[in-house]
């Protein structure tokens, strides 16, 4: 069997911008209700799209969002399967942009254990 971290880009499942979390209407401080100016206007290059948080439409912007994840305020208040899926995201966009995740962060996406 493969190793986790050694899936192919093609097997990795999309994830639905709208099933993201968080879904409520309560943002928290700093959080956007529409995109930044000069970011991505598309919910989907954003790895939390309902807050416009964490944009991972480029490499480079990948790599800043896998490395900023933890240390933002609401980081602690999103429950274990929320930090899951938007870890998921930072992974898969990483992947398409031909970056090999670190294994911590492919742990806390759940690819790893």
């Avoid at 529409?34 to 964490?54: E, N």
């Amino acid at each position: 069997m493969e190793h986790p971290s050694q899936h192919h880009k093609d097997m990795w499942d999309p994830i639905e911008s709208e099933t993201v979390p968080p879904a409520n209407d309560k943002l928290p401080e700093g959080a956007h209700r529409t995109p930044p100016k000069g970011y991505p206007v598309d919910r989907s290059a954003y790895a939390i799209p309902q807050w416009y948080a964490l944009p991972i439409d480029t490499p480079e912007h990948a790599r800043n969002a896998a490395s900023r994840f933890p240390q933002m305020d609401v980081y602690q208040v999103l429950s274990e399967e929320d930090r899951r899926i938007i870890w998921q995201r930072i992974v898969q966009a990483e992947r398409r942009f031909g970056i090999e995740p670190g294994p911590d962060v492919l742990r806390r996406a759940g690819y790893e254990g």
